[in-house]
């Protein structure tokens, strides 16, 4: 059956635009696959710890060699890998802070970027390659292309890196514009934008659901 591995990275737990845009999406999948199988992790909510010394000294070191500090870390990097592994379709949804992403979302991709396992750098394949991924994005601000801050973006284009360019996932991002307009004054002429922009997300994200679901059950 259907496997889907759902990450949240949204410090807020309410209001969350990024969140909103995760839900459609997942409540269209689970309409296209209501047996299907969903882990999932809110990294807001309990954030996994950030790579350390030991976590990365382990991956060069025989197991057997481990101490005490390298097989802890290593048993945290395994289970997230393996959740990854598990996943036949991948959902990451993100606010951008600070033209960037949260800090809890660049932690877990250093957990589970693990050379030989989700990653590969003599340009054979990786396990993922060709799996379908989704990033529903929130930005508080206009970074569409051709936009003034188009270049500030720091979160869309690095996840299609790490995504699709690291991991060989099919990459698509799905990004609500201007979300920061109906509670910032200055922006108020951009609120009618800033809606259209959402609308088109969910509708994105929807769509983006059942085109994935499509390719699953062949």
């Given at each position: 059956?259907?496997?889907?591995?759902?990450?949240?990275?949204?410090?807020?737990?309410?209001?969350?635009?990024?969140?909103?845009?995760?839900?459609?999406?997942?409540?269209?999948?689970?309409?296209?696959?209501?047996?299907?199988?969903?882990?999932?992790?809110?990294?807001?909510?309990?954030?996994?710890?950030?790579?350390?010394?030991?976590?990365?000294?382990?991956?060069?070191?025989?197991p057997a060699a481990h101490?005490?500090?390298?097989?802890?870390?290593?048993?945290?990097?395994?289970?997230?890998?393996?959740?990854?592994?598990?996943?036949?379709?991948?959902?990451?949804?993100?606010?951008?802070?600070?033209?960037?992403?949260?800090?809890?979302?660049?932690?877990?991709?250093?957990?589970?970027?693990?050379?030989?396992?989700?990653?590969?750098?003599?340009?054979?394949?990786?396990?993922?390659?060709?799996?379908?991924?989704?990033?529903?994005?929130?930005?508080?601000?206009?970074?569409?292309?051709?936009?003034p801050m188009e270049k500030?973006?720091?979160?869309?284009?690095y996840l299609q890196t790490?995504?699709?360019?690291?991991?060989?996932?099919?990459?698509?991002?799905?990004?609500?514009?201007?979300?920061?307009?109906?509670?910032?004054?200055?922006?108020?002429?951009?609120?009618?934008?800033?809606?259209?922009?959402?609308?088109?997300?969910?509708?994105?994200?929807?769509?983006?659901?059942?085109?994935?679901?499509?390719?699953?059950?062949?």
């Amino acid at each position: 059956m259907p496997h889907l591995l759902h990450i949240d990275s949204s410090a807020v737990s309410r209001g969350s635009v990024s969140r909103e845009l995760a839900k459609t999406f997942r409540r269209a999948w689970q309409k296209e696959n209501p047996d299907g199988v969903v882990t999932y992790r809110d990294l807001g909510a309990v954030p996994v710890p950030p790579l350390t010394e030991a976590g990365v000294t382990a991956g060069f070191v025989p197991p057997a060699a481990h101490d005490g500090h390298q097989r802890a870390a290593m048993l945290l990097r395994d289970e997230l890998v393996e959740e990854l592994l598990a996943a036949d379709t991948l959902l990451v949804s993100t606010p951008m802070y600070n033209w960037s992403i949260p800090s809890t979302l660049k932690a877990w991709l250093d957990q589970v970027l693990v050379n030989d396992r989700t990653i590969t750098f003599d340009g054979s394949p990786g396990p993922l390659a060709g799996r379908p991924a989704t990033v529903v994005a929130s930005y508080g601000g206009g970074y569409s292309p051709g936009a003034p801050m188009e270049k500030a973006n720091h979160c869309g284009p690095y996840l299609q890196t790490v995504f699709g360019t690291g991991l060989g996932l099919d990459v698509e991002i799905i990004a609500a514009q201007l979300s920061l307009a109906p509670r910032v004054p200055a922006m108020a002429a951009l609120v009618p934008l800033a809606e259209q922009s959402l609308a088109q997300a969910h509708q994105a994200a929807e769509k983006r659901a059942r085109e994935v679901s499509a390719v699953l059950v062949r």
